[in-house]
């Protein structure tokens, strides 16, 4: 089994800064593609940013030169930076993993429980 614990989120000031992480941990062979997923209330889940396993990462558009997302592949860990906030970046966060079991050795999406992130004066 695998399980995906984040943390980081709260309640932050407009232009303040705030760092998400998502660890992984169980019957874990390998990690590929890591990704930072929001929603906010009454709108659809977006994508914010992703990393692959060699570290090339992409953005949203709405997000691009605010936020960073990088990885330890040793922890199993992905981080998600995310500065100068503003009050349209609150919204629920979620991690998205796709992980090879060390068990079966196929790969699965695994998604962590999500953290709020509020952008407020």
């Known amino acids: 089994q695998v399980q995906l614990v984040e943390s980081g989120g709260g309640l932050v000031q407009p232009g303040g800064s705030l760092r998400l992480s998502c660890a992984a941990s169980?019957?874990?062979?390998?990690?590929?593609?890591m990704a930072w997923y929001r929603q906010a209330p009454g709108k659809q889940r977006e994508l914010v940013a992703t990393?692959?396993?060699?570290?090339?990462?992409n953005y949203a558009d709405s997000v691009k030169g605010r936020f960073t997302i990088s990885r330890d592949s040793a922890k199993n860990t992905v981080y998600l930076q995310m500065n100068s906030l503003r009050p349209e970046d609150t919204a629920v966060y979620s991690c998205n993993l796709l992980i090879v079991s060390s068990v079966s050795f196929v790969n699965s999406n695994y998604w962590g429980q999500g953290t709020q992130v509020t952008v407020s004066s």
């Open positions: 990393i692959t396993s060699g570290g090339t990462a």
């Open positions: 169980g019957t874990i062979f390998r990690i590929d593609d």
